[in-house]
C-alpha cells in the first residue's frame, strides 16, 4: 500500500467528495505558486516537460509541442486556478473549466459521490464556475510568466443553465470571445448531464449553430488580439448513438473543426443522479474514438477521454485513433504521482506507440 492509498483510506475516503477534492485542489495550486517547491517537485515527477520541443514521447497537434500526450480532462481545475500546480505533477497539458459566461453556484449540494466498488465517481456539479471574465484574467496572468506560456491549456466551455436552448450559442460565443486569445484550444461542451437541456444540443441543428457562433467568436478575438487562431473542438457523450457520432463527426468536417474530445461521463447507469465516470467508461471511449477516426479521417484531431487509469490505456486510445489522452477520476484514486507515472512510461516507449502524432 503506498503513502497515498493510507492518506486515502485513512482520510479523504472519510471526508464528503466534494470537500476532499477542494483540500487536495488547494495543495496543488499552493504548492504551484511557490518557484523553488514547484520546479523541485516538477524536475523529480516530470522531467520531460523541461525537455522542450522533440523530446520523447511529445506531440506535435494543435499548433504546439505538447510534452507528453496524456492530460487532465475538463472539470478538475473549473477556474483556471491550478494550471502550474497540475503541470508540477506531470500532466503534458491541462483543460480547464468548464466555464460558463456568467459565474455560477451549479448545483445544490450533496453533488458528487465516491463509487468505490468500481472505482468511479458520480457528480451533478452543474458548471459551478466563477465565469469566462474571471477566467480570462487568470490565463492572461498565467501567459505573462515563460512558464505559463510553455504550459498547454485547453478552456472548456458551456452556457449558462438560466439560459435558453435557443439562446445557447451567444453563451458559447461569449465564452470564445473572451478565451481564445488565451487558450491553445477550447472544447464546446454540449455532453454534460448536469445542465438542463445540454446534451440536447448534441443534435445536428442544434450544434451547428453553436459551433459557427463560437468559432466566428474565437477567430474574431484572436484576429484582434494579434494571436494565432485557437483551435475548436467538439466535446460529446458516451451515450450517443453511433449513428450519432457519425453525425457530429460529418458536422466537424462540414464546418472545418479542429476535432472532438470522446467522451465525457455516462448517464446509463443505475446509481443515482448525475454522471457516471471511471473505469467502466474505457470500452465505449475506445469504440467511439474509433468509430470517429474511421469518419473522419486523419487530420481532425481526436482526444481520447473516459476509464484511463494506467499507461496502457492511453496506449490503447493512441492506437484506437487518438492523438491525446486525458484523465481524471483515477486522479482521486492513485493520487498525485499518477500523471507522471503515465507520462514517464509513454516517454519510456514513445517509439511503440502505432497512432498518434507521437515523435
Request: proline share 6%; hydrophobic share 45%.
Amino acid at each position: 500500500m503506498t503513502p497515498y492509498d493510507l492518506l486515502f483510506q485513512g482520510v479523504f475516503r472519510r471526508m464528503d467528495p466534494e470537500r476532499a477534492h477542494e483540500v487536495a485542489f488547494r495543495a496543488i495550486e499552493v504548492a504551484g505558486r511557490v518557484p523553488v517547491l514547484r520546479d523541485v517537485v516538477q524536475g523529480a515527477l516530470a522531467p520531460y516537460l523541461g525537455r522542450g520541443t522533440g523530446g520523447p514521447g511529445s506531440v506535435e497537434v494543435l499548433g504546439r509541442v505538447v510534452p507528453a500526450p496524456f492530460g487532465l480532462a475538463g472539470g478538475f481545475d473549473k477556474n483556471a486556478r491550478a494550471v502550474r500546480g497540475l503541470t508540477m505533477l506531470g500532466f503534458g497539458f491541462v483543460e480547464v473549466g468548464t466555464v460558463t459566461p456568467r459565474p455560477q453556484p451549479g448545483n445544490e449540494a450533496p453533488r458528487m459521490w465516491r463509487e468505490l466498488d468500481v472505482r468511479g465517481v458520480r457528480n451533478r456539479m452543474g458548471f459551478n464556475n466563477d465565469g469566462a471574465a474571471e477566467m480570462a484574467e487568470r490565463l492572461r496572468a498565467l501567459r505573462r510568466t515563460a512558464a505559463g506560456r510553455a504550459a498547454v491549456v485547453g478552456v472548456n466551455i458551456g452556457k449558462n443553465k438560466s439560459t435558453s436552448v435557443e439562446d445557447a450559442a451567444a453563451d458559447y460565443a461569449t465564452c470564445a470571445r473572451l478565451l481564445a486569445p488565451h487558450a491553445d484550444y477550447l472544447v464546446v461542451n454540449v455532453s454534460s448531464p448536469n445542465t438542463p437541456g445540454l446534451r440536447d444540443l448534441q443534435t445536428t441543428a442544434e450544434l451547428r449553430p453553436i459551433l459557427s457562433a463560437a468559432r466566428e467568436a474565437a477567430d474574431a478575438a484572436t484576429r484582434s488580439a494579434g494571436v494565432r487562431r485557437t483551435p475548436l473542438l467538439v466535446k460529446i457523450a458516451p451515450d450517443l448513438a453511433d449513428d450519432d457520432v457519425d453525425a457530429v463527426a460529418d458536422l466537424v468536417l462540414e464546418l472545418g473543426l479542429d476535432g472532438v474530445v470522446a467522451v465525457n461521463t455516462t448517464i446509463g447507469h443505475d446509481r443515482g443522479p448525475g454522471g457516471l465516470s471511471g473505469p467502466m467508461l474505457l470500452p465505449r471511449g475506445l469504440d467511439v474514438v474509433a468509430r470517429l477516426r474511421a469518419r473522419l479521417g486523419a487530420d481532425p484531431v481526436i482526444i481520447g477521454v473516459g476509464g484511463v487509469t494506467d499507461a496502457d490505456d492511453v496506449r490503447a486510445y493512441l492506437r484506437a485513433g487518438a492523438d491525446l489522452a486525458q484523465g481524471y477520476t483515477s486522479f482521486v484514486y492513485s493520487g498525485p504521482t499518477w500523471p507522471s507515472r503515465i507520462n514517464r512510461a509513454l516517454t519510456r516507449s514513445a517509439g511503440s506507440i502505432s497512432a498518434g502524432r507521437v515523435a
